[in-house]
């Protein structure tokens, strides 16, 4: 398995590369409470003044762990490595890749999730903390067995997020300057995956469309594994279409990176 | 042979745009595509061993031609062949072989120590670890940084710097290494001191060496063989002591004097290069050099006088502009001379 030495050496690097900047991370952290603190107010104000208990079917504890939850995931499934791409292409960097017998895909992956391990591991357990205390304050119901099947979920709407962010980053080979793009595209995608308010809020004919793109699968769908609100019936179907949007995104990326790298003009010196 | 090019050519496009404000509102709108031919049809072969120089102003190719030879840049058209592969295909074989080093590029990783890349490399290469402690040894031990491997990158110096990027590349004893102005941005006694190292490990591990430098230093003191390329042609191809020959209409006479003599009395003998009260330099026609040597002699209050063959420097600058001005016959001409 020597070839796979390399790419275990590049995570123990990104990895190393991360416990470098403690303090980044920490500001990262409190960027990250922020949105939910705001949108708890926002909720508590809405529920204050609705008619009924419920609000797009949700009760006010629901909704609040809800956005809990959907913080915390949306911060565990985020990328950042599409910034390093588009530097390594607008810079000439990724000539290196191109000379030296390593893959650019699993060299990113390894890399991204090494750099990742350290904050990954602070928000799970952030994560817990916040589950123990919804079941313990608030009498949220957490099945043993959807909390056994959250973690694959999870991973799987990581694996996901990375490909989709894979095939963007390939723009950079199209556009020199794209880190806009990023953005534009983090905003409409966190919005349509469920990262700020739950799908229902749109109707369901809306509900209806997102369940075959495969946006909703990255934050959306863990969460109503979790919470229950996902029949059992359901959830082997979402694990289903996540796996086929990784492959399809997959075989997209693998596309879209044969054909840019080739319009690579490797710039600079 | 280990190199083979045979007319590769590469084209880029590019857009125009005109200076000012107004004229970068424009381009968001409309975009005049133009294309530059960087690499023009050039030709060549290197030998396994051999130390080749590759010399040209800035955008001459030099730096095109390398990337595509490494693989890199997909040529718009012509072929090549290094180490018997295609570079393009970039097969693993082919990178397991090869090494090249860009000055102002580095593979190291900035906030970790030295020592990780290195071992980065060690395992992208799949360099067993004998082979690597031994080969880190060495390289560590030629360029005196064995201390510093343990720093973090970015507290480096530019040229401890360059030192590791020079061991990351060379990790895994390549055959063959291009060197893509490895001393730029260093300082005089750091370029000699890389110089050392190339020249030691070209005659220790028969490792063939392509290099581009702007110092000419770099070049003449490492290579025996120039290519020098200009506007993407091959302008000179040999020997770098003949580039003169190019030149060998001319030779510089260099005179000690008594007493000062006026430059229109120098000017007599030749075209005055350098004057002052007592010195003066020279060009003189080759064909006329024993006759002028000896009106000089018998003319001039000389104390000292010496014959010189243009400086290599001088005749390379002199192939740049020739090229940039010569109908395409002359350039042809240039060539078959080299």
Known sequence: ?269 | MLITVDHLSKTFDYYKKELGLKNSVKNLFYRQKLTKQAVDGISFEIDEGEMVGFLGPNGAGKTTTLKMLSGILHPTSGKASVLGFTPWERKKAFKMQFAIVMGQKNQLWWDLPANESLFLNKCIYEIDDRAYQSTLAELTELLDVKDLLNVQVRRLSLGERMKMELIAALIHKPRLIFLDEPTIGLDILSQKKFRQFFKYYNQEKKATIILTSHYMEDVEDLCRRAVIINQGHIVFDGDLSRVNDVFAQSKIIKLQLSATVTRTTLEAFGRVKEYADFTATLEVPRQDLKELSKGILDQLPVVDFNIEDIPVEEGIALLYQRKETAPPAAREATHALA
């Not at chain 1, 893959?103 to 090494?114: D, K, Q, T, V």
């Not at chain 1, 952030?126 to 979920?153: D, H, M, N, Q």
């Not at chain 1, 694996?159 to 409409?188: D, K």
């Not at chain 1, 966190?190 to 469309?209: A, H, M, N, Y």
């Open chain 1, 1 to 269: 398995m020597r070839w796979l030495e390399k790419y275990r050496k590049t995570f123990e690097m990104g990895f190393q590369t991360a416990l470098e900047y403690r303090i980044n991370f920490a500001i990262s952290l409190i960027s990250a409470a922020y949105p939910i603190f705001i949108q708890t107010f926002l909720w508590t104000a809405i529920y204050l003044n609705a008619t009924g208990s419920t609000v797009y079917g949700f009760t006010y504890r629901q909704i609040i762990a809800y956005t809990f939850l959907a913080g915390l995931i949306s911060r565990i499934v985020r990328t950042g490595f599409e910034y390093e791409i588009m530097d390594d292409v607008k810079n000439g960097r990724f000539s290196k890749f191109l000379v030296q017998p390593v893959g650019y895909f699993p060299y990113r992956l390894a890399s991204f999730f090494g750099d990742k391990l350290p904050g990954l591991a602070m928000i799970l357990t952030i994560l817990v903390i916040v589950l123990v205390g919804l079941k313990a304050f608030w009498g949220v119901s957490l099945e043993p067995a959807r909390l056994l099947i959250f973690p694959f979920t999870l991973a799987l709407a990581m694996a996901l997020n990375f490909v989709i962010f894979y095939c963007i980053s390939a723009v950079a080979f199209w556009l020199v300057e794209i880190g806009y793009l990023f953005e534009g595209v983090r905003i409409v995608f966190i919005l349509l995956s469920g990262g700020i308010f739950p799908l229902e809020v749109f109707g369901t004919r809306f509900v209806q469309i997102m369940s075959l793109l495969p946006f909703k699968y990255t934050i959306n769908y863990p969460i109503n594994v979790l919470n229950g609100k996902l029949p059992y019936g359901e959830i082997p179907l979402g694990l289903l279409i996540q796996c086929i949007w990784i492959g399809t995104c997959l075989l997209l990326a693998r596309a879209l990176w044969r054909t840019g790298s080739k319009r690579y003009i490797a710039v600079g010196g």
